[in-house]
């Protein structure tokens, strides 16, 4: 069984998932997640977890090190590959990590596009979890949490979603903010973290 958390940026999601895996004893991959993404292309964890995996400053570190490490993915003589291939680079090697997470057993994936994944490519393998909060909630959280002022939170949320969204909507062709996508829709601002986890664990036993 696969549960997948996507999460609005400063709504929690991250430790929903973790109190969810913990009261389930399930895996799960966060952190981890980047870890071995970060791996697999050849460059440092911290390189990937500095910015989503949408970042285009991101993308063309993470494809010079892929063109270093898997030459063969490249055409010797050929043009440098566009920022799409980049990013198509990218999206194939996080969905291998996706899958063989998915194999591994009981885990909770969390957001790296994993919903659109498994929607797409195992339907009716997984419960979907979209972890939301309001606004004003998410701004709160994220300018006490990186301790930056309120307006630049809401800059930096605001940033994050457009930014997630385009990626699930270039390459799922889904809309990552519509409900009917998911199974659950967990609401952090009012339930808190704990409850929103207990309501995910009820949801799979």
Do not use: C
């Not at 050849?42 to 063109?67: I, T």
């Not at 490490?69 to 043009?79: D, H, I, K, N, R």
């Amino acid at each position: 069984m696969v549960i997948t958390i996507t999460r609005q940026y400063g709504a929690g999601g991250s430790e929903v998932a973790r109190l969810a895996a913990g009261k389930l004893g399930w895996g799960l991959i966060d952190n981890e997640f980047v870890d071995e993404v970060a791996r697999r292309a050849g460059v440092s964890a911290e390189e990937v977890a500095a910015r989503e995996e949408r970042s285009p400053s991101l993308l063309e570190r993470l494809v010079r090190a892929l063109a270093a490490s898997s030459p063969e993915v490249f055409v010797p003589g050929a043009p440098s590959p566009s920022r799409e291939q980049d990013e198509a680079e990218l999206v194939t090697t996080t969905e291998h990590v996706i899958a063989e997470a998915g194999r591994s057993g009981n885990v909770i994936l969390v957001g790296r596009g994993a919903q659109a994944y498994f929607a797409r490519a195992h339907e009716g393998s997984a419960l979907h979890v979209f972890v939301v909060a309001p606004l004003e909630a998410r701004i709160e959280t994220l300018a006490r949490r990186l301790s930056i002022s309120p307006d630049e939170a809401r800059k930096q949320a605001e940033q994050m979603e457009a930014d997630r969204d385009r990626y699930v909507a270039k390459y799922y062709k889904r809309k990552r903010q519509d409900p009917a996508n998911y199974h659950l829709v967990v609401n952090t601002g009012l339930l808190g973290y704990d409850r929103a986890a207990s309501i995910v664990v009820a949801a799979v036993t």
